[in-house]
C-alpha cells in the first residue's frame, strides 16, 4: 500500500469520504466504512466473467487525520 503524509494539510474526511464514493459509485461497486479516526473506501469494478477469471480486485483508500497533516493510504 502506497502512503503519502500531506503535512498541514486538514482536511474534512466526512466530506471527502463522500466525495470520493461519489465519484467511484456510477462505474463502481463502493464501500465505505469509519475506523476510529480512519475512513476507508473500497471500489471494486466486478462481472460474472472477472469473478470466474479472478481478476476482480478493489481498489483501497484509507484517510486518517494526523497531527498537523492528513494520511492517505492507497492500495489494491
Known amino acids: 500500500m502506497d502512503s503519502r503524509y500531506y503535512q498541514g494539510v486538514e482536511v474534512d474526511v466526512p466530506v471527502l469520504s463522500a466525495d470520493l464514493r461519489t465519484l467511484f459509485d ?3 461497486e463502493v464501500q465505505a466504512f ?3 479516526t480512519t475512513s476507508i473506501i ?3 469494478k466486478s462481472n460474472t466473467l472477472r469473478d470466474l477469471t479472478g481478476l476482480s480486485s478493489a481498489l483501497t483508500i484509507k484517510i486518517t487525520p494526523e497531527g498537523g497533516g492528513t494520511r492517505v493510504e492507497i492500495g489494491m
Open 26 to 28: 456510477s462505474d463502481y
Open 42 to 44: 473500497q471500489a471494486r
Open 34 to 36: 469509519q475506523v476510529s
